[in-house]
């Protein structure tokens, strides 16, 4: 039973086009939504988060998008450029049961030039 | 700064047999984490630790047991390898009630034969 789910399973986005990925939670009581991006041979590292008390957040080229009625929340790289091709994970947690992540499935992107 | 460091990168096993994933973070954190990744289910929590002296399961638990050595380090030990547990695993640590970002060694491949 995945908790956190993923969609799609890999994206192929041309060079300066919008790579969008979407993730869907059941428990409410999750209250931290991060991306981890990863690349090949790498750990996961941390992209960029967004707690539920608002709707979005943007660093740089990377945007969250939280809709809590729907406990859907996604991210957007704007302008891709091939660096971006990597593994992103969305996942959850609970801050009162710690930071113990749940993750999505992930998503393989590439960018072409 | 070394971050987070584990050993080996790579092992291969014959079912039946046991080893030790060694895990040791350089930035006094008080939460350590071991997660395994599989080609499209992310990254499931094994075992967490929530600081020195404690540890508790996490989603898939069974066929590992850990040890929290000290504050820095946290091992994973598989008592007789089978092969669904051939998975990349990785470990991370994490200082709870700041961002909750979770900083991730570079994993362990992991082939039981």
């Known amino acids: 039973q995945q908790q956190v789910k993923q969609s799609p399973q890999s994206l192929i986005v041309q060079k300066g086009g919008i790579s969008i990925i979407n993730c869907a939670y059941e428990n409410t009581a999750f209250d931290y939504f991060p991306w981890y991006q990863q690349f090949p041979g790498k750990g996961p590292a941390l992209l960029i988060a967004?707690?539920?008390?608002?709707s979005e957040k943007k660093e740089g080229r990377f945007t969250i998008s939280f809709n809590k009625s729907a406990k859907q929340f996604s991210l957007h790289i704007m302008d891709s450029q091939p660096g971006d091709s990597a593994t992103y994970f969305c996942a959850a947690s609970m801050e009162a049961a710690g930071n113990k992540l749940t993750f999505g499935g992930g998503t393989r992107v590439l960018v072409k030039p | 700064n070394a971050g987070v460091t584990q050993t080996p990168k790579f092992q291969v096993l014959k079912t039946g047999q046991s080893m030790t994933l060694q895990c040791a973070q350089d930035m006094n954190h008080n939460s350590m984490y071991w997660y395994r990744q599989d080609p499209g289910m992310g990254l499931r929590l094994i075992y967490y630790?929530?600081?020195?002296?404690?540890?508790d399961k996490g989603e898939v638990p069974n066929g590992y047991n850990v040890s929290r050595l000290n504050k820095r380090e946290f091992s994973l030990r598989l008592e007789s390898a089978a092969p669904s547990q051939t998975s990349v695993y990785f470990c991370?640590?994490?200082?709870?009630?700041?961002?909750?970002?979770?900083?991730f060694g570079e994993g362990s491949r992991l082939t039981v034969l």
């Open positions: 991370a640590s994490s200082e709870p009630g700041r961002s909750g970002e979770l900083f």
């Open positions: 967004i707690r539920p008390d608002v």
């Open positions: 630790s929530a600081s020195e002296g404690t540890t």
